[in-house]
């Protein structure tokens, strides 16, 4: 069974970067394709991105367009997220998913259990 476990997230100031991790234990993601999604109080889940299995195709929601990079590295078994321009409206707790390829919560199999980024004004 794989587990995620995301990491980076904290409270950073808008304008700022910042880089989030998903780390795998009990599998490998190396043919795996790979999600973000984000939750924010009151909210749906929201999908931010995600990259194929060989890092060769991403996509993304539009709010994350042109600020917003997922990458990985299968030989780490992790894949990243590297948010720049941060807004206020990105504050949300953060989560990987894998096992799936879509824009929809459902799509995906393993989740982590998240990570909080608070974006300040």
């Known amino acids: 069974q794989v587990q995620l476990v995301e990491s980076g997230g904290r409270l950073v100031q808008a304008g700022d970067s910042l880089r989030l991790s998903c780390a795998a234990s009990g599998g490998t993601l190396s043919r795996t394709h790979m999600g973000w999604f984000r939750q924010a109080p009151g909210k749906e889940r929201e999908f931010v991105g995600a990259?194929?299995?060989?890092?060769?195709?991403?996509m993304y929601a539009d709010s994350a367009k042109g600020r917003f990079t997922i990458s990985r590295d299968n030989a780490k078994n992790t894949v990243y997220l590297q948010m720049t321009s941060l807004k206020p409206e990105d504050t949300a707790v953060y989560y990987c998913?894998?096992?799936?390829?879509?824009?929809?919560?459902?799509?995906?199999?393993?989740w982590g259990q998240g990570t909080q980024v608070t974006v300040s004004s």
């Open positions: 998913a894998g096992g799936g390829w879509g824009m929809t919560p459902s799509a995906y199999i393993y």
């Open positions: 990259v194929s299995w060989t890092g060769g195709n991403t």
